[in-house]
């Protein structure tokens, strides 16, 4: 009872210090289906259509598939009219379609019918398509819910030690390349949990003979499955009952949890418990090494558990610790103008020699700062881990993102991201309505949102890209606030007129803005960013300077003039700026 509570108390203490990192971890889990499966209802998506089923597969054996379908089409048809309030829209585009897809069982009879039109046997379309699902949700499984414990263990357990844990330890399977490896190991433990539990005493014992394995391969990826399962037996030989006993001590807050529906699992409950039994794994692996039990040597990242001498981190990390020591060269610039934009929005008026300069000593500083934590011991270092993380490519090192640009990269920045956009407008249409659309107010091929979008981006939200995470919400915010005026203005200035409608969109605001447009334009923004942007302008710089003020001039004046001419004879019509003629459109191609 003593030792339970001090495994609680450290276990408390940890989870407090990454409570929303910890909290995220577990909803992860809940959402996908790893652990925690009822703990948040809402996240998952249930089958309301038994009846549409049951109806689907009659008409299949009859090779009719009419009386099916219309009942899908009325099941959507109710949908969509039960919907009160407009921004929650379900008419329309790909998340609508999708939620109504599912929801109704539609996309049921779309795969059937792809299938008959291809194989005109009932027989073989009834075993291909099994084939297909249990295939694809098998893969699915074993590459994200089986492997995901993995992910979360090791997260909890460098926050058992370390004051920062690293958001890129999500990926750290994939960094090792052992992401496959440790999705067999816990395939291997599942298999024997499913033989076992075909007797009665059996599958209760050998779950906790087994509890141990995503932990032990959280340690070591790199270890065999059948040896993480033998030393999870192991350790666990006379701690069975002990182990059951500390799952029964939080049966009160499981009750609370039902109570609470599922809140309190997800708040607190679910990411204490995980941080406990962390706990607990630290104290058997040390008997297990104490004891030197067999395959012990595969518990050998030490630093996983105690945190490296500082002179070890040092030695590791000397070429870190060098570059602390050089002296800043030319990073201190004069104050006025020049130094106001490039400190503020990351538009450089300086040679290219003195930019050079200034990125290079930038970029030692940046790295000195991402690795500062590990040398203070806050961090885990991976140097250290027995399996060392794959070598970037070239090209990555190549990718600066703290950049600043010029104006004239700037300038041809501004058309390739319009440029790209409007390729974007025009083969969602062609995909969706079947037909060419020059999309757009202006005749040009270029959309002016997405360029000034990009643009902003670049300059006004420099601050946030030491922060993916921060970049992307602040880009969400940018470019909502962007696309909302610019409706409006366009609204205003045309008698009305509408390029773009959201209304029936899911998650819409006035039909200006929608929650995919959102999300598209901020993972769009982070690519522009961290790669899209840094490569052009690696390419843009080598142009020189003589052909390259030239073609700004160039198309800059093009573009004028079509902002003149478009004010007077704006680009509209149907797929434009007729929505009764896309909607009817989108309905019967998408839904």
């Keep these: 009872m003593k030792e339970r509570k001090e495994l609680k108390k450290k276990a408390r203490n940890v989870f407090q210090k990454h409570y929303l990192y910890f909290v995220i971890v577990c909803l992860i889990a809940s959402f996908i289906g790893a652990e925690f499966t009822d703990s948040l209802s809402i996240t998952r998506i249930r089958n309301q259509v038994s009846s549409e089923e049951r109806l689907l597969i009659e008409d299949f054996e009859r090779e009719d598939l009419t009386e099916a379908e219309k009942l899908v089409e009325e099941k959507k048809e109710e949908i969509i009219e039960k919907v009160d309030n407009p921004i929650f829209g379900r008419s329309r585009v790909v998340i609508s379609s999708l939620i109504n897809s599912i929801s109704t069982g539609s996309i049921y009879i779309t795969i059937i019918k792809a299938f008959l039109s291809i194989i005109k046997s009932k027989n073989i379309v009834i075993g291909l398509l099994i084939i297909l699902s249990l295939l694809l949700s098998f893969t699915i499984w074993f590459f994200t819910v089986n492997v995901y414990p993995v992910i979360s263990r090791r997260i909890f357990l460098e926050g058992r030690v370390y004051r920062k844990v690293s958001k890129q330890r999500f990926l750290y399977l994939l960094n090792i390349k052992k992401w496959t490896k440790a999705a067999f190991s816990m395939f291997l433990k599942y298999i024997y949990l499913f033989f076992w539990s075909l007797t009665i005493v059996g599958g209760i014992i050998k779950r906790y003979s087994y509890f141990l394995v995503p932990y032990i391969v959280a340690e070591n990826p790199d270890i065999p499955g059948d040896k993480a399962i033998n030393l999870s037996r192991r350790m666990m030989y006379n701690h069975k009952f002990e182990c059951f006993k500390m799952d029964l001590s939080f049966l009160g807050w499981e009750i609370f949890g039902i109570i609470t529906f599922g809140m309190t699992k997800v708040l607190y409950s679910n990411p204490y418990k995980v941080s406990f039994f962390s706990e607990y794994y630290a104290k058997l692996r040390a008997v297990a090494i104490k004891e030197k039990l067999e395959d012990y040597e595969y518990l050998n990242d030490n630093y996983l558990f105690e945190k490296a001498p500082k002179k070890l981190l040092k030695e590791t990390y000397s070429d870190i610790v060098d570059l602390q020591n050089k002296k800043d060269k030319n990073i201190n610039r004069e104050t006025g103008f020049k130094a106001f934009l490039v400190n503020n929005f990351g538009i450089t008026l300086y040679s290219k020699e003195e930019e050079d300069k200034y990125e290079k ?28 993380e794959k070598t970037k490519k070239r090209i990555i090192e190549n990718i600066n993102y703290l950049r600043n640009y010029s104006i004239t990269s700037l300038i041809l920045l501004f058309f390739i991201i319009a440029f790209i956009g409007w390729l974007w ?25 997405y360029g000034y979008g990009g643009i902003l981006i670049l300059i006004f939200l420099k601050k946030f890209r030491h922060s993916p995470l921060k970049e992307f919400s602040a880009t969400i915010l940018l470019c909502g606030c962007v696309e909302y005026f610019t409706s409006y203005y366009l609204e205003v200035t045309h008698n009305g007129v509408k390029w773009w409608d959201y209304s029936g969109y899911f998650l819409n605001l006035h039909g200006r803005i929608c929650a995919e447009g959102l999300l598209i334009f901020g993972l769009g923004g982070l690519a522009i960013v961290y790669l899209v942007a840094p490569l052009l302008d690696n390419i843009i710089r080598k142009i020189n300077k003589k052909m390259l003020i030239p073609l700004c001039v160039i198309l800059l004046s093009i573009f004028i003039t079509d902002q003149i001419y478009s004010h007077y004879y704006p680009n509209e019509g149907k797929g434009i700026t007729d929505y009764a003629y896309s909607y009817q459109i989108s309905t019967r191609r998408l839904l």
């Design 361 to 388: 000593e930038e970029l030692r500083r940046n790295r000195i700062n991402y690795y500062q934590n590990v040398i203070d011991g806050e961090t885990y270092p991976n140097r250290l881990f027995k399996i060392q």
């Design 425 to 449: 407008e025009v083969s969602l249409h062609l995909i969706t309505d079947g037909v060419f659309v020059n999309r757009g107010a202006l005749h040009g091929p270029w959309l002016p949102i």
